[in-house]
Structures are given as structure tokens and as C-alpha cells.
């Protein structure tokens, strides 16, 4: 008897111990490793290679671990350009991400060719807000649960409405010119926030502990009603925010949702300078860093991209011409940007290539087109495609002074800050007076409405002459702008159209240097600041 008992005592006291044994190997802390805005930039700063080894050696040790992305990962460079993100899409295949989200630019080539390279990815995109107006239905799935060291996780996917003029509005509508895709857009915010609450309602209604949100949304120089701080203001159930789409680095910025619940959100800056860790512990609680040590690529990688480097060699290293000096976008001393909200000497000669090219009136350039620098010496075609990725398309519009103006206060309403609707010139000269408030208004879609107060822009200057708002002016730039609306510059719609997509912004910029310039960019452009064509007052 007293035997059976001592047995009985010793089964229940090794189960005990196997099921606390459990317990404990199952709840383990997960590694979530996330990315944003690499824009091509595979071999930049962390090579993407030595983010998947990163992966697998957490993995070796047994780390629960996951890899996510943030979107804008298939555009930025000639690779990306040049295999309209199928080069990308291989490559980001290899390294074995788990969870991808569309940012405004994975649309830049277009819907059919953006459903196209989603049948090649091994992880699709996710985004809740991404809606077909046709049928009122999402063409992703909003979010997916994983299950890591004994916790059930789910990634929900958004994207930023600012992807309707950011990226090229006529992609998002029929042949009529009616929207047919949206993002939940409105003026207040509530439908986006609807939206997100819905995913995530959703997810942890299907068993899900921890959820986090996946969101090229962005913070600094985003719509205030569409950043992530909103967001999380705005909702309640995530955890953390795996942020993008405005190309800053923070590990960790706290806000309260609509519960007084903590919300963490992190961001990893662009092209890979740094790689997000966020960790959700075994308690439940977080911790998030930046990282920037790496271990050495992975060869499988490394091998993949070369490859795909390959197809595009011949081509990409023809040369152009030289430059006599350096063509920034910025200020060379402290590397900040500056073509979003001031004169640069790479504004002033990519608008002065405009106008002499296009032979019209004015050129303006938005700043957010110009996404690198040239430096002197002899530059390529593969530098030309690295600073002006987007494969725009040159037009010619005759249009009002008083069109021509208010584009150029919708692109000072941000200043301060950046705004990739800023105008560089050419042909023109104007002033910022930063001490009167913005009164732009726009429309539910971030469009242009009209302006109701005081303007910020004034003493606008046409080749010398004071502007005439009733006049007409022949203006040159990109269908991007002149044409399509973007960055919501819809005050052109319907304006006569002079010239339509006869070339691209490069080859104008080509046959500028060649052409105009005896295949040198000279000493005119010598100071980063530009010529004094865009006075601002503080």
C-alpha cells in the first residue's frame, strides 16, 4: 500500500515538474527584427546579407525570431528601377523576412506590375486599409498570427492614405480618372483608425496575446492625422508600432492610447543604417534597440545579389559626364537635408535642365524627387538612376500665374519642416516669409483645396518680371507633378498640355549635361546653397 503510494506520489511530482518544465521552455523571450525604407539600398550601410545571417544565428541558438518590414523596400535605386522590384523582391526572398507591408512607393510601378511582383514574393504584403472601392474589399490580408516561444503574436499590416499623392495618384484610378483604390482616407482620421481597430479586434479575437502594428505611417513631416503618433493615440490592443515612412531613427517613443495603455513606437531610419530589435519578453514586457554591429554576411545572400547586380552592369556604368564640383542635396557639413525645405545647388540644376530641355518658361522640381547626391568627378548613368530613382516623366503645361503660385505655397506649408512638395526653381525667384502660418487647405486626400489667409509665398519673380497672376506661363517638370497630381498638386488639373512623357527626368538631365553643358556640370553651381533663387525670412 504504502509502496503504491510513494508511487503514485513520485508520478505526480515528475508530472509536475514535466509540465513546469513545459511551461518554462515554452515562454521564451521573441526576437522581432524589423526594417523600413530600405529603398534599394541592400548593400548600404548593415548589408542586407548580414541582416539574414543576423537571423539564422539567433536562430542557431534557439532565439525565437521573427523579421518584419515596414514597406518601401522595392524602389530607391538603378536595381530597383531597372528590374521594376523584381530584383528586390529575390532578394529580400533570400534573406527569409516573415512579414512585409506595402509603402506608399512598392506602387510606384504601377498596380498591374505591383500585383506582379507580389506572386513572386514568398511573404505577401498585409495591410488593413488598402481597400478596393470597386467592391469595397481589402486585396491583403490585414494581419498574421505567429507563434513564437510559446506566445501567439500577431503583425497588423497599414499604409499611410498619404500614398495617394505621394506615390502617383492616376495608379489608384480607372480610365476615367475615379478612385479605385483607397486607404481609408477622410479629414478627421477616424476611417484609418476604424480600420486598424478593426485588425486588431480581429486578431485578438483569434487567440492572438501580443499585437503589433506594421505601419508605413511616419511621424516628422507626415499628415498629423495619419502618423503614427495618431495611431496610437487613437486606438487601443497594440503593443508597439514597427514604424516607417518618414525616415527617422528612434528606438523607443511612448505614447498613451485611448486607454492610458503605453504604446511603444520604433523606427529605424532608411537604407539600412540601423536594424530594429524589439523584444517581447517572457512577462509581457518590451525592450527595443537599435543595432548596428552585425555578423558577416551570409554567402547564399551575398550571392543572390550579386546576381542580380549583374543583369544591369553594362548598362549602368556607361558614363555620362563630369562634374566639376559637388551637387548636393544638403549641407555638406553636418550631412542634414535641406531640398525638402530650402535651395540646393542640385535643386537649381536639375530645374535649369527642365527649362533648357523643355524650352519653357519656368521649371519647378519637387524636393522629394531628388534623392541623392553627385559628386565631382566623371558620374554614370548608375548615378544619374541612384539620385533621381522614380523613372518620372517630363511634361510641358500652360498654366496661370495664380496655378503657378499656389503650387508654390502648398510646397512652403510644411516649413520648417520637410516637405517633398518643395519647389526648387528655375526661371523664377521667390520668398518664404516663415513667420506667417500656413493657411493651405486640403482635401480629405491631402490635396489642394485653396489657400484662406495670408500667404507665405510672395514676391514672385517670372525671369525677372513680377508674376502675373492672369498671365499665361509655359511650365516644365514631371507628369508626376504637372500632370498626375502628386504631392497634391491637383491646382494643375486641366491645364493644357503642351508636352506629355516624350522623356524621362534622366535622360532630360543627359542630354542637359551633353547637350547644353559640353558634358560638364561647372563651377556655376559651386555653392551647395544654390543662387539665391528662394529668399526665406525667419
Known amino acids: ?37 530600405i529603398h534599394c539600398g541592400i548593400e548600404k550601410n ?24 515596414a514597406g518601401d523596400a522595392v524602389q530607391g535605386e538603378p536595381i530597383g528601377k531597372m ?51 470597386r467592391t469595397n474589399t481589402l486585396p491583403l490580408k490585414p494581419y498574421k498570427i ?50 486598424i481597430q478593426k485588425a486588431v479586434d ?27 503618433i495618431a495611431i496610437a493615440e487613437n486606438t487601443t490592443g497594440i503593443k508597439a508600432i514597427i514604424d516607417g515612412h518618414s525616415h527617422e531613427q528612434y ?15 520604433t523606427q529605424t531610419g532608411t537604407k539600412l543604417e540601423t536594424v530594429g530589435k524589439l523584444v517581447l519578453h517572457d512577462d509581457g514586457t518590451l525592450s527595443s534597440t537599435l543595432d548596428t554591429v552585425l555578423p558577416d554576411p551570409d554567402p547564399k545572400v551575398l550571392k543572390v545579389i550579386a546576381k542580380e547586380n549583374k543583369r544591369f552592369e553594362p548598362v549602368l556604368k556607361q558614363p555620362v559626364g563630369e562634374a566639376l564640383v559637388d551637387l548636393r542635396d544638403g ?20 530645374a ?33 538612376l541612384t539620385s533621381f530613382p522614380f523613372g518620372n516623366m517630363c511634361a510641358v503645361v500652360e498654366v496661370t500665374g495664380q496655378q503657378l503660385a499656389d503650387a508654390l505655397e502648398l510646397g512652403a506649408k510644411n516649413y520648417p519642416e520637410e516637405n517633398g512638395a518643395f519647389m526648387q526653381v528655375s526661371g523664377l525667384t521667390y520668398t518664404l516669409d516663415a513667420r506667417i502660418p500656413s493657411s493651405i487647405e486640403l482635401d480629405e486626400r491631402g490635396n489642394f483645396v485653396a489657400v484662406r489667409g495670408e500667404r507665405r509665398v510672395r514676391d514672385i519673380m517670372v525671369n525677372g518680371q513680377p508674376l502675373d497672376l492672369n498671365r499665361l506661363y509655359t511650365v516644365g517638370g514631371t507628369t508626376y507633378i504637372l500632370k498626375d497630381g502628386g504631392n497634391g498638386m491637383v491646382m494643375f488639373k486641366g491645364a493644357r498640355l503642351l508636352q506629355d512623357g516624350a522623356l524621362s527626368d534622366v535622360d532630360a538631365i543627359m542630354e542637359f549635361v551633353q547637350n547644353h553643358k559640353n558634358a560638364k556640370i561647372t563651377d556655376e553651381y559651386g555653392d551647395w546653397q544654390g543662387q539665391g533663387r528662394i529668399n526665406i525670412i525667419q
Not at 504504502?2 to 506520489?9: A, E, L, P, S, V
Not at 512598392?106 to 486599409?129: A, I, V, W
Not at 549641407?331 to 530650402?342: H, K, L, M, S, W
Not at 535649369?352 to 519656368?362: E, F, G, P, Q, S
Request: positive net charge; aromatic residues 10%; glycine residues 8%.
Open 83 to 133: 528590374s521594376q522590384g523584381m530584383s528586390l523582391v529575390r532578394i529580400m526572398n533570400a534573406v527569409g523576412f516573415d512579414f512585409i507591408i506595402p509603402g506608399n512607393h512598392e506602387f510606384d510601378y504601377g498596380m498591374p506590375r505591383f500585383f506582379e511582383l507580389l506572386k513572386s514574393q514568398h511573404t505577401p504584403y498585409y495591410s488593413c486599409n488598402f481597400t478596393d472601392l
Open 331 to 350: 549641407d555638406p557639413a553636418t550631412g542634414v537635408r535641406r531640398v525638402r525645405n530650402g535651395e540646393t545647388n542640385m535643386g537649381d540644376f536639375v
Open 46 to 69: 548593415i548589408n542586407i546579407a548580414s541582416l539574414a545571417a543576423y537571423k539564422k544565428e539567433l536562430k542557431k541558438q534557439g532565439v525565437p525570431v521573427l523579421l518584419v518590414d
Open 251 to 265: 528606438e523607443a517613443r511612448i505614447r498613451r492610447n485611448l486607454k492610458g495603455e503605453e504604446v511603444l513606437i
Open 1 to 37: 500500500m504504502k509502496k503504491r503510494f510513494r508511487q503514485r506520489i513520485s508520478f505526480v511530482l515528475a508530472l509536475l515538474f514535466t509540465l513546469a518544465f513545459t511551461a518554462t521552455a515554452l515562454a521564451a523571450d521573441v526576437v522581432i527584427l524589423h526594417t523600413n525604407d
Open 146 to 195: 505567429f507563434e513564437k516561444g510559446g506566445h501567439r503574436i500577431a503583425f497588423v499590416g497599414v499604409t499611410t492614405p498619404e500614398t495617394l499623392n505621394s506615390s502617383t495618384p492616376k495608379y489608384f484610378k480607372d480610365e476615367q480618372g475615379n478612385f479605385i483604390y483607397g486607404f481609408n482616407e477622410d479629414a478627421s482620421g477616424q476611417k484609418l483608425y476604424r480600420a
Open 202 to 228: 480581429a486578431a485578438k479575437a483569434e487567440g492572438a496575446e501580443a499585437v503589433f502594428l506594421v505601419g508605413h505611417l511616419g511621424m516628422d513631416g507626415s499628415i498629423p492625422r495619419w502618423s503614427s
Open 352 to 384: 535649369d535642365a527642365y527649362r533648357a530641355v523643355l524650352n519653357c518658361d519656368v521649371a519647378i522640381v519637387n524636393g522629394g524627387s531628388l534623392r541623392n547626391n553627385i559628386k565631382k568627378g566623371v558620374f554614370t548613368y548608375q548615378d544619374l
